[in-house]
């Protein structure tokens, strides 16, 4: 990596190589190819003779510069990926194209699940992304979420419990709780995830015994609320800007399903 200034990340080297765009000393590189120093490395893309197909989906921008981007992302909709109908393919058409030298088509910069709503930070320039991907690494991006969580918690926890063999460490505190015929206690929650694992929030939450509504895949037999989707929201992002040095601190309202279960509201 920091070889070529077009590829901020190691996935996109990956992609460069599998599609044959490296060549070192004049032989198309792999990801066997062995570096001693001194190689002759070169990059070169083919420029595209059919325009892509645009996915038209309007998103709700919640902040943008010429560097960066923060959207809502709605449930049912993937980030990224392989699929036509993600975030990734539709921000093109609903944000502003950056005047930079080093501009590219944005991307997402992490990813939320397929069912969880709220911010999702994007990347308009290749150094952006490249500072912002080192931001996520370095835990100077500080998120809060939302969630409805079941049963009677205690106030405030931190759990500390590993995932997937990791470190992992996430703090809550109950903002508001409500009495449920079907439920016992339901809990308006906000957490804090200090690391960044694969379903943190989600995972912790029932370790605990508490999951959160509508999750299908961390439940408890017979707390199951389907079709509603688990209750989490990624309500805040809070960082300092990358290059203007500013305090951004962005937030999206929560989804109206909460409001039917409480009448309080995030603060």
């Known amino acids: 990596m920091g070889v070529f200034e077009t590829i901020p ?47 038209h989906f309007p998103l709700n921008v919640l902040f943008e510069d010429e560097y960066l981007a923060a959207i809502h992302k709605p449930a049912g909709i993937e980030v990224s990926g392989n699929k036509f109908k993600t975030i990734a393919n539709a921000l093109p058409q609903n944000l502003q194209t950056s005047s930079l030298s080093d501009a590219v088509t944005p991307q997402p910069v992490h990813r939320l699940d397929y069912a969880t709503t709220g911010i999702v930070l994007v990347g308009k320039t290749n150094s952006s992304i490249r500072a912002l991907n080192r931001m996520f690494e370095d835990k100077l991006i500080f998120k809060t979420y939302y969630a409805v969580a079941i049963g009677n918690m205690e106030p405030s926890e931190t759990i500390n419990s590993d995932i997937d063999g990791k470190p992992s460490q996430s703090n809550y505190q109950v903002k508001e709780s409500v009495t449920s015929e079907r439920f016992g206690t339901l809990n308006l929650v906000e957490l804090h995830p200090k690391t960044g694992r694969r379903h943190q929030l989600r995972k912790h939450l029932h370790s605990l015994g508490h999951p959160i509504l509508g999750d299908k895949d961390y439940s408890l037999e017979g707390l199951i609320l389907r079709g509603k989707g688990p209750y ?35 603060k």
Do not use: C
Not at 10 to 18: D, E, F, R
Not at 20 to 27: L, R, S
Not at 233 to 239: G, I, N, Q, T, V
Not at 252 to 264: Q, S
């Open 9 to 55: 990340t190691k996935s996109a080297l990956k992609k460069a190589l599998k599609k044959k765009y490296i060549t070192v000393n004049g032989a198309i590189a792999t990801t066997a190819t062995l570096i001693k120093g001194g190689e002759e490395i070169k990059l070169s893309i083919p420029k595209e003779t059919k325009p892509k197909k645009q996915f």
């Open 232 to 266: 989490l929201h990624a309500y805040s992002l809070e960082f300092e800007h990358p290059f203007t040095n500013e305090i951004i601190r962005i937030t999206d309202e929560l989804p109206e399903k909460f409001g039917k279960i409480f009448n309080g509201k995030a």
